[in-house]
């Protein structure tokens, strides 16, 4: 008998157990750690994200050679960066894992899928005109992801950091953060739908900036529905009189934070110390807030605007906040209701950001990096739709997207090819069995 040849050496280390030597070894054949991502395979499908990108950019190849599509790329792409593997190299493993190759509807027996070779041509291939039209195909995703036309939305505008990796196109030294990068504008809705993402430097948006993004994001939407009512919601960056003279010719809504100024705080001086003495003699309470709302305006502003001012007292001081809004009510319901939500935008940015890693913009060029963006963007909706399945009141409609790909992605699973149908081993003791099977029983609600 030939002697038999290990095909990969064994794991060293590992202690023995009641006396017998573990023996690990990577040769387990059609075996894949990411079962669960064929959920997320019938999420996009349902959604269509891929064809929608690649239909937005021109394939220069003989179309007779070509073997893998640009769709086939995205999603193979986006299925990766969902399933935590951000970095590209990864594509010349994760090719021949079966459950990828399902997710693409491709047996396993099949050919490998696309290697990063192939990855990184497509994410230098499409140019400004290209990326335009994705931005018009991501806008047209979120209109579509409604069950009916909303009355009114709110989009919130806000800023993160992305350190560089390199001597890239678009990175800027940021004085704050002590590094070079860029500092790309997200939009999101109030529920977290993701509208828009753009890059740019590591510097502060001005005013003709932030207007230049808004009236585009804003007229995409309106083609979709012209009446709908929109507040715009952001911090004091967007504070701008290009923003505001904006919002009044386009008939928007908005609450706005201002920065701190000597003449705002002229207005406050005296609830500021009624307030501190105020609290100084009331032992119970642990904060003290009270509201003042009046009209004042920069010089660079075109008009006076409604300003509300949100002094706090505390056993560390006195913090003051000024908003300017053109809505109506009472200043505590419009700071606390309205304003203060503003901070569910910098949990999106931290699931769009950590979660599915949307700093890997390591691409030379500017285009390339934006493309990846988009990716990313791509992949937060996955995660968002597979959410918006679960039912209202439980833990799994809040979860982090980071919970949802370690309990519902990451399982192991063994894939067996038959002649008439392919089957999936599971873990037996999987605990999320229950929830698995109900997203997949609704995801006929997922809208497109």
Same mark, same amino acid.
């Given at each position: 008998?030939? $002697?038999?040849? /290990? +095909?990969?050496?064994?794991?060293?280390?590992?202690?023995?157990?009641?006396?017998?030597?573990l023996i690990a070894r990577f040769d387990g054949g059609q075996l894949s750690s990411d079962g669960g991502l064929l959920v997320?395979?019938?999420?996009?499908?349902?959604?269509?994200?891929? /064809?929608?990108?690649a239909a937005c950019i021109d394939d220069p190849r003989a179309p007779e050679r070509v073997r893998h599509g640009l769709a086939a790329v995205l999603r193979f792409r986006m299925l990766m960066i969902a399933a935590g593997y951000?970095?590209?190299?990864?594509?010349?493993?994760?090719?021949?894992?079966p459950i990828f190759k399902l997710a693409l509807d491709h047996l396993p027996e099949d050919a490998a899928l696309c290697s990063q070779p192939t990855i990184s041509r497509l994410e230098n291939l499409p140019g400004p005109r290209a990326l335009l039209r994705m931005a018009r195909a991501m806008v047209e995703l979120y209109c579509g992801s409604f069950r009916q036309v909303p009355r009114r939305i709110v989009l919130d505008v806000d800023d993160t950091f992305d350190a560089a990796h390199g001597a890239q196109q678009l990175r800027l030294f940021n004085a704050h953060y002590d590094d070079y990068g860029f500092q790309p504008i997200v939009v999101f809705?109030?529920?977290?739908?993701? =509208? $828009?993402?753009?890059?740019?430097? $590591?510097?502060?948006?001005?005013?003709?900036?932030?207007? $230049?993004?808004?009236?585009?994001?804003?007229?995409?939407?309106r083609s979709h529905w012209p009446r709908v009512e929109i507040l715009i919601r952001a911090d004091s960056h967007y504070c701008a009189p290009e923003v505001l003279d904006f919002c009044r010719a386009e008939g928007l809504d908005f609450i706005l934070g201002v920065a701190s100024?000597?003449?705002?705080?002229?207005?406050?001086?005296a609830l500021e110390q009624s307030t501190a003495a105020r609290h100084a003699t009331t032992s119970e309470a642990d904060k003290l807030r009270r509201y003042k709302e009046f009209y004042d305006g920069a010089g +660079?502003?075109?008009?006076? /605007?409604?300003? =509300?001012?949100?002094?706090?007292?505390?056993?560390?001081g006195t913090d003051t906040r000024f908003v300017v809004t053109n809505l109506s009510g009472s200043p505590r319901a419009l700071y606390e209701r309205s304003h203060c939500r503003r901070g569910r935008a910098e949990n999106h940015l931290k699931a769009?950001?950590?979660?599915?890693?949307?700093?890997?913009?390591?691409?030379?060029?500017?285009?390339?990096?934006?493309?990846?963006l988009m990716l990313h963007t791509g992949a937060y909706w996955l995660f968002w739709s597979l959410r918006r399945l679960m039912p209202k009141r439980s833990v799994w409609r809040v979860a982090q997207f980071d919970t949802l790909r370690l309990r519902l992605v990451k399982l192991a699973?063994?894939?067996?090819?038959?002649?008439?149908?392919?089957?999936?081993?599971?873990?037996?003791?999987?605990?999320?069995?229950? =929830?698995?099977?109900?997203?997949l029983e609704r995801l006929p609600r997922l809208l497109c």
């Open positions: 008998m030939p $002697a038999r040849v /290990e +095909s990969t050496p064994s794991l060293p280390g590992l202690s023995p157990v009641a006396g017998r030597p997320l395979g019938e999420v996009e499908r349902r959604l269509g994200l891929a /064809e929608r990108l951000e970095d590209g190299n990864d594509a010349d493993t994760l090719r021949h894992d809705d109030g529920e977290g739908r993701p =509208i $828009a993402a753009m890059l740019r430097p $590591a510097c502060r948006p001005d005013g003709r900036e932030a207007r $230049a993004l808004l009236r585009r994001v804003v007229r995409e939407i100024t000597t003449t705002l705080r002229r207005h406050v001086e +660079s502003w075109s008009r006076v /605007e409604r300003v =509300i001012a949100r002094v706090e007292a505390s056993a560390q769009w950001k950590r979660h599915l890693a949307a700093d890997r913009t390591s691409c030379c060029r500017a285009s390339a990096n934006q493309f990846r699973t063994r894939v067996v090819a038959l002649k008439t149908r392919v089957m999936l081993r599971l873990p037996s003791t999987c605990p999320d069995q229950a =929830i698995l099977r109900l997203a």
